[in-house]
């Protein structure tokens, strides 16, 4: 049994043929999904689509990326959604300093906010960190009693040591799977199981064998499959372990 712990499962890439896709990943093992949000206009419809079978888990969260849709009214609005609807985890939010426009400033009283809820509500959050892991963990610092995950680890071992001392998990998915990606296979084959879920972020950042394809979530068997590969373990174990970190780390309720 295996948790994808980042998915955008209520992307419109997924409208055509959500339901299929949700019984491809349970076919494959994947029976709950941590859906990650990345701006208010989008909450609505993804706690619509949590709300069609079991398994869905809902984040609420305002992502860097989508800054231009940003109003300072939507963090007022977070906190009610959290009141009202119980998500597992604030998220996806974070910082994003590789594209060209969206002000770092800006990002940061966000992202500051968001960790404020966290703090408050006793959530994890769910964070994104694009060439801005330093900027990252110095906010999470400064915040403090925290916990959560930052996705698509893609900084260094020393960054990784620093998050785990603060409490936090790293995500990995299809990046792992090329063989470019030196760096990251080290650390996937040595860091300790107690900080690593396995993610797909559907329907971005497909694996190897699928490059420029849609990704959705039963392709995690082969972010797995890696993993377990370069480890030298046995999948099982892998799965086990990650998805126990899941059902730890969000609270989720046991398999459907």
């Given at each position: ?19 299929q896709v949700i019984a491809r990943a349970r ?223 969000f609270k989720l309720p046991p398999p459907p």
């Amino acid at each position: 049994m295996l948790v994808d712990s980042h998915s955008h499962l209520d992307a419109a890439e997924f409208d055509d043929d959500r339901n299929q896709v949700i019984a491809r990943a349970r076919q494959a093992g994947v029976t709950r999904q941590v859906l990650c949000a990345t701006a208010a206009a989008q909450w609505p419809k993804l706690r619509e689509v949590c709300s069609t079978q079991e398994g869905l888990y809902p984040a609420y969260g305002l992502h860097p990326t989508f800054l231009a849709l940003h109003r300072k009214p939507h963090l007022a609005q977070l906190r009610d959604w959290i009141e009202r609807e119980r998500p597992v985890a604030i998220g996806e939010c974070g910082l994003d300093y590789f594209v060209e426009g969206l002000d770092p400033l800006v990002q940061m009283e966000y992202f500051e906010a968001q960790l404020q809820l966290a703090r408050e509500y006793d959530l994890p959050v769910i964070v994104h960190a694009r060439r801005a892991v330093d900027a990252v963990i110095t906010a999470i610092r400064r915040a403090g009693k925290l916990r959560g995950v930052v996705h698509s680890f893609s900084g260094s071992q020393q960054q990784a040591e620093q998050l785990w001392q603060a409490g936090f998990l790293l995500g990995l998915g299809g990046p792992v799977t090329y063989e470019r990606a030196q760096r990251l296979r080290r650390l996937a084959a040595s860091m300790p199981l107690q900080w690593l879920l396995l993610e797909t972020d559907s329907p971005d950042q497909p694996d190897a064998d699928i490059r420029g394809q849609r990704n959705e979530p039963a392709r995690l068997v082969k972010v797995l499959e890696v993993v377990a590969g370069l480890r030298g373990a046995d999948q099982a174990e892998i799965a086990a372990v990650t998805s126990a970190n899941a059902e730890r780390l969000f609270k989720l309720p046991p398999p459907p």
